[in-house]
């Protein structure tokens, strides 16, 4: 009879038991209910100067926004993909220093197809490519004064 007392001891519990454990349901998210003033930086630090200070200081008296001037409109570039001939169409707002470069595809120059003065209006240029060219896709820059745009060009 000892050896059947002894069993018991290693038997599990009911299941019952377990089922009467339950977790704790939250229903309700709490709320943090604080007061933070937005920071305001001060005025009289020295060396700080507000944005909109600096923004209303460079508006014009007439209140209309000044617009940059852009000097350079590349209207078109043709044919592409390039086999001997590119034609550029182009408008510049003032007489400037014109520049047209192809670039490889790492940004090194490899022709430089002009440089010259031009006069005010719209231009048609005819450059020849080179033969030395390899097929492949190129970057045509043209630069007048300060602006330049960039078009992308295959040569053949």
Known sequence: MGILSSANVFAQKPDSSINSIRSKRINKTPQIKVTVPTYRPNRYNIGFI????????AKPSTGTPVKPEKLLYVLKV???????????????????NLSVKIMDLLGNEVVTLSNERIP?????????????????????????????????????
């Open 78 to 96: 043709y044919p592409n993909p390039v086999d001997d001939q590119i034609n550029i169409i182009l408008r510049v707002d003032r007489e400037s």
């Open 50 to 57: 507000p944005y909109s200070d600096v923004i209303s200081s």
């Open 120 to 156: 005010a209006g719209e231009q048609i240029k005819n450059y020849t490519i080179p033969n030395r060219l390899n097929a492949g896709i190129y970057f045509l820059k043209i630069v007048a004064g300060t602006e330049s745009v960039v078009k992308r060009i295959s040569v053949l």
